[in-house]
């Protein structure tokens, strides 16, 4: 079965930088789409960044762009997101995705359990 696993959350200062990492364990290529979501309590888990893993294309939330940078290492099977010049809007729980099309939440199959984003001031 797909896996991703999520790692490199935690604490960091407004305008700092972070890196989170997406192993996609078992990967397989029909999967083709690999995203990032964030979700706060009490708000519906939105679309980060996206990253056709086959392709390399990428998608990035208005919210984001510029500040954040989807990637990924197609032989490591991992997905990268660059996080810079953090706000302390960007706090929330990351999730990675595998599986789907673009931001379409409905279409991604395969879900991490998340790894925490705290941007403190």
């Known amino acids: 079965v797909v896996q991703p696993l999520e790692s490199g959350g935690g604490t960091v200062q407004v305008g700092g930088s972070m890196r989170l990492s997406c192993v996609v364990i078992?990967?397989?290529?029909?999967?083709?789409?690999v995203a990032w979501f964030r979700q706060t309590p009490g708000k519906d888990r939105e679309a980060v960044a996206t990253?056709?893993?086959?392709?390399?294309?990428?998608y990035s939330a208005d919210s984001v762009k510029g500040r954040f940078t989807i990637s990924r290492d197609k032989a490591k099977t991992t997905v990268y997101l660059q996080m810079d010049s953090l706000k302390p809007e960007d706090t929330a729980m990351y999730y990675c995705?595998?599986?789907?099309?673009?931001?379409?939440?409905?279409?991604?199959?395969?879900w991490g359990q998340g790894t925490q984003v705290t941007v403190s001031s």
């Open positions: 990253i056709n893993t086959q392709e390399g294309t990428t």
């Open positions: 995705a595998a599986g789907g099309r673009t931001f379409e939440i409905g279409s991604y199959t395969y």
């Open positions: 078992g990967y397989i290529s029909s999967v083709n789409c």
